[in-house]
Nanobody
């Protein structure tokens, strides 16, 4: 079973920055960041692919968010750097052991970290 622990959330004013971290107990090929705001559907925000190396960003965050990873022996940390934050970025942010929106029995999720952006 893969364990994921997110951290780095908080409250910031619009235009500010935050850096989220997701520490995984295994070095997973594809790691995704998702978010869900109250009353809204879950949204895929960004994804990092280990091999071949690649990234994906939702249109709503392109140019403002950046995803990266730091692999150590059998573990990985995936980061989501968020700049120029907007109130509409307010949500619970989760990392997942997949870049797919749909879930399957092999996926794991972290507990989430809250991001609140005030205007």
């Amino acid at each position: 079973q893969v364990q994921l622990v997110e951290s780095g959330g908080g409250s910031v004013q619009a235009g500010g920055s935050l850096r989220l971290s997701c520490d995984a107990s295994e070095d997973i090929e594809r790691m995704g960041w998702f978010r869900q705001a109250p009353g809204k559907e879950r949204e895929r925000v960004a994804c990092h692919l280990r091999s071949p190396s690649g990234t994906y960003y939702a249109d709503s965050v392109k140019g403002r968010f950046s995803v990266s990873r730091d692999s150590a022996k059998n573990t990985v940390s995936v980061y989501l750097k968020m700049d120029s934050l907007k109130p509409e970025d307010t949500a619970m942010y989760y990392c997942k052991t997949s870049c797919l929106v749909a879930d399957n029995e092999y996926d794991y999720w972290g507990q989430g970290t809250q991001v609140t952006v005030s205007s």
